[in-house]
């Protein structure tokens, strides 16, 4: 069964400075992959998702991520980080063309210090 | 873009009542939707799967008495979490996937917290 973990429960940044969220993951094949941002009182939005080709992708908002097969991993990626970018962040790994196979991380909540 | 609305955001219910909470998807037709429960400091737990005209699909360990779902228009699912209990407390998050959207990537609502005293 696929399972995804975020190692870190809590991230303080700077403003400006860049940020790496770590995600890894546990699939039998190969995996779709998500970002998502949670807002206090929001949805989940989707920043990226990966599901084949360049294994560097980007998104909204500046975040990119890198599939690394070798490693498991799907890092989240931001050079310069803005006070509203402080949220929480979900990592999560689907299979194709089946929504309730998906399986979220306990996620990562970023603050962002001025 | 495809738009997934909750009601309510919040309620706080005496122990021994039933709640229900309102999963809409605004602007498209969606024949399936996803209830997730959160916990605190935890990742989203897929509850069930909704389907429109037929039966949910519970995940293992969800109780399909205890939380009831109905999908009666393409448009609306609901949750109802019948003689709830403190912990029962969660916050309860739906999504749909837009069938013109692409597969696998779905939408969320805001959530709804449940505080059962």
């Known amino acids: 069964a696929q399972s995804v973990t975020q190692p870190d429960i809590h991230i303080t940044v700077s403003e400006g400075a860049s940020l790496e969220l770590r995600c890894n993951y546990s699939y039998g094949a190969t995996p779709y992959l998500f970002w998502y941002v949670q807002s206090p009182g929001q949805g989940l939005q989707l920043l990226l998702k990966y599901f084949s080709g360049d294994t560097l992708v980007q998104g909204i908002k500046g975040f990119e991520a890198e599939f690394k097969r070798s490693q498991s991993s799907f890092n989240l990626r931001k050079p310069s980080v803005h006070w509203s970018d402080a949220a929480e962040y979900f990592c999560a790994v689907g299979a194709k063309y089946n929504n309730n196979d998906m399986r979220f991380g306990a996620g990562t909540r970023l603050t962002v210090k001025p | 873009g495809a738009v997934v609305s909750q009601h309510p955001s919040w309620v706080i219910c005496k122990s021994g009542t039933s709640v229900k909470i309102e999963c809409r998807s605004l602007d498209f037709q969606a024949t399936t939707m996803f209830w997730y429960r959160q916990f605190p400091k935890q990742s989203l737990m897929l509850m069930a799967t909704?389907?429109?005209?037929?039966?949910?699909?519970?995940e293992q360990g969800v109780e399909k008495d205890k939380f009831l779902i109905n999908h009666a228009s393409l448009t609306l699912s609901t949750l109802t979490v019948t003689s709830a209990h403190p912990e029962d407390s969660s916050f309860y998050i739906c999504s749909a996937s837009h069938p013109n959207g692409e597969a696998n990537v779905l939408t969320f609502g805001a959530g709804s917290r449940l505080t059962v005293l």
């Open positions: 909704s389907n429109e005209g037929s039966k949910a699909t519970y």
